[in-house]
C-alpha cells in the first residue's frame, strides 16, 4: 500500500456570553461575519449575583485544511 496525504477539516466551537444588550449582538454578528454558523438556540438566563439577565449562543466553523489542537485559538478564527 503506498502512503498518502489526508488532509483533516478543523471543526471548531465557541460559546459566547454577554450581557443583554448590543454588545452581545455585536458578538454574535462579528462571529457571524467571520464565517461562524450559529449552532442550537439562544439561551437567557439570570445572573443572581450580576442581577441582569445574560445571553449565549453557540456558534461552529469548519476550516479546511487545519488541525485542531489544544492551543488553538478559537478567537484567531
Known sequence: ????DRTWDMKLYRFLTGPDD?????????ALNKGWHLFGSP??????????????????????????GPDTKLSDW
Open 22 to 30: 448590543a454588545s452581545f449582538c455585536h458578538k454574535v454578528t462579528a
Open 43 to 68: 439561551t437567557y438566563a439570570y445572573d443572581k449575583k450580576a442581577k441582569t439577565m445574560r445571553c449565549g449562543q453557540a456558534v461552529v466553523k469548519d476550516v479546511d485544511g487545519q488541525e485542531y
Open 1 to 4: 500500500m503506498g502512503t498518502y
